[in-house]
């Protein structure tokens, strides 16, 4: 099992820069595909970003080139960082973590799923 706990959030001026974390414990990351959600109340959540098991990286359309991630299994740590943040970036960011968790002829891979408590970012002009 994975436990999550992000971190790094805060208030920042446009065009400011954060940097967010979510720490593992539990079970290694290795095996899993890491991802960065963000969601405002009442919003539907957004995928922001994607850092799969295999060393892939990839950005949701409004922050590419602004947003980076990154992951450090021996830490089991997953970072993102956010540079040139928008008002539209203010939101609750989340980590998520899809594990695999067995194989079966029928289904195939079958994953698990973990979620941290999400870390709140507010961005102002």
């Known amino acids: 099992q994975v436990q999550l706990v992000e971190s790094g959030g805060g208030s920042v001026q446009a065009g400011g820069s954060l940097k967010l974390s979510c720490e593992a414990s539990?079970?290694?990351?290795?095996?899993?595909?890491m991802e960065w959600y963000r969601q405002d109340p009442g919003k539907e959540r957004e995928l922001v970003s994607r850092?799969?098991?295999?060393?892939?990286?990839t950005y949701a359309d409004a922050v590419k080139g602004r947003f980076t991630v990154s992951r450090d299994n021996a830490k089991n740590t997953l970072y993102l960082q956010m540079d040139s943040l928008k008002t539209e970036a203010t939101a609750t960011y989340y980590c998520a973590a899809h594990c695999i968790a067995g194989y079966s002829a029928d289904s195939g891979f079958a994953t698990v799923t973990y979620w941290g408590q999400g870390t709140q970012v507010i961005v102002s002009s």
């Open positions: 850092a799969s098991s295999d060393g892939t990286t």
């Open positions: 539990g079970s290694s990351l290795s095996a899993c595909g």
